[in-house]
T-cell receptor, first 113, second 106 residues
């Protein structure tokens, strides 16, 4: 059981470069999420997809785009990376039922120099 | 005001003691509440969910919810060194607190 798989685990980008973070889940979950985690600030929601074919902005969407490619995959794209986007990024998924909470991926540690 | 507030800690407790963590939230109509444990360098993992006022127990963990006062708490009984982690409170799945770091000293 892989659960939620994120790639890559580590990445260093130069300011202005672009990249896509990949996320896939094999639990047949309807909802998927992208969070960033910074020291002292907890998890902040970037974008989420309540179901296949829908995406919505979270608390900190500026500088990011997402694609819900199919039910399994939800990618996060940085079009022009900035040092302020240095963070640990977590993908998560959940069923639509409220009592199950999230399953998180292992995270991507991104540094923008 | 942040939607979900937690004391950042660190909270240091001796082995075998009870660790008490608190979380307050601002959205009065919130319906679902979660506690996650996050070890250093790892991803969060769900340990408790609670929806109704009162207590919910699961092993050494007890979650307490008081919607009138808008707080949810987590008690860890018989704390073990393996409980040393950051505990994140989440409200309505989408909003997380900054976390409380717990250190259990042997």
């Amino acid at each position: 059981n892989a659960g939620v798989t994120q790639t890559p685990k580590f990445q260093v980008l130069k300011t202005g470069q672009s990249m896509t973070l990949q996320c896939a889940q094999d639990m047949n979950h309807n909802s998927m999420y992208w969070y960033r985690q910074d020291p002292g600030m907890g998890l902040r929601l970037i974008y989420y997809s309540a179901s296949e074919g829908t995406t919505d902005k979270g608390e900190v969407p500026n500088g990011y785009n997402v694609s819900r490619l199919n039910k399994r995959e939800f990618s996060l794209r940085l079009e022009s990376a900035a040092p302020s986007q240095t963070s640990v990024y977590f993908c998560a998924s959940s069923p639509q039922t409220a009592d199950r909470g999230y399953t998180f991926g292992s995270g991507t540690r991104l540094t923008v120099v | 005001q942040k939607e979900v507030e937690q004391n950042s800690g660190p909270l240091s407790v001796p082995e075998g003691a009870i660790a008490s963590l608190n979380c307050t939230y601002s959205d009065r109509v919130s319906q679902s509440f979660f506690w996650y444990r996050q070890y250093s360098g790892k991803s969060p993992e769900l340990i408790m969910s609670i929806y109704s006022n009162g207590d919910k127990e699961d092993g050494r963990f007890t979650a307490q919810l008081n919607k009138a006062s808008q707080y949810v708490s987590l008690l860890i009984r018989d704390s073990q060194p393996s409980d040393s982690a950051t505990y994140l409170c989440a409200v309505n799945k989408l909003s997380f607190g900054a976390g409380t770091t717990v250190t259990v000293r042997a």
